[in-house]
């Protein structure tokens, strides 16, 4: 049974860094989608970042250049390093992943069976 835990989520000034970790438990798989979604109060998930398990990454318009989706040699922690943060940033963020190699359309929730159970970012002006 996969379970996913996220961590790193807290209030940080505009401006300011955060780094968000996922640990992934019980994914024996070769080949994998995982992905960072987000979730404020009243607004659908949207996706933020993928990273499939040939190395390549996706990352939404909204937070390109400002966020960068990575992970640890063993395969075992996803990561999600945020600069640049806006008050737009603040939600709920939640890493996913699929068995499937590049699902596409890649952001989309509806493609990623397992989630973690979130954490919150706050960004203050």
Request: charge should be positive; charged fraction near 20%; glycine fraction near 10%.
């Amino acid at each position: 049974q996969v379970q996913m835990v996220e961590s790193g989520g807290g209030s940080v000034q505009a401006g300011g860094s955060l780094r968000l970790s996922c640990a992934v438990y019980g994914y024996t798989g070769s080949t994998y989608s995982m992905a960072w979604f987000r979730q404020a109060p009243g607004k659908e998930r949207e996706g933020v970042a993928v990273r499939f398990s040939d190395g390549r990454t996706r990352v939404a318009d909204a937070v390109r250049g400002r966020f960068t989706i990575s992970q640890d040699n063993a395969k075992n922690n996803l990561y999600l390093q945020m600069n640049s943060l806006e008050t737009e940033d603040t939600s709920m963020y939640y890493c996913a992943a699929s068995s499937s190699y590049r699902v596409y359309p890649p952001l989309h929730r509806l493609r990623y069976p397992y989630w973690g159970q979130g954490t919150q970012v706050t960004v203050s002006s």
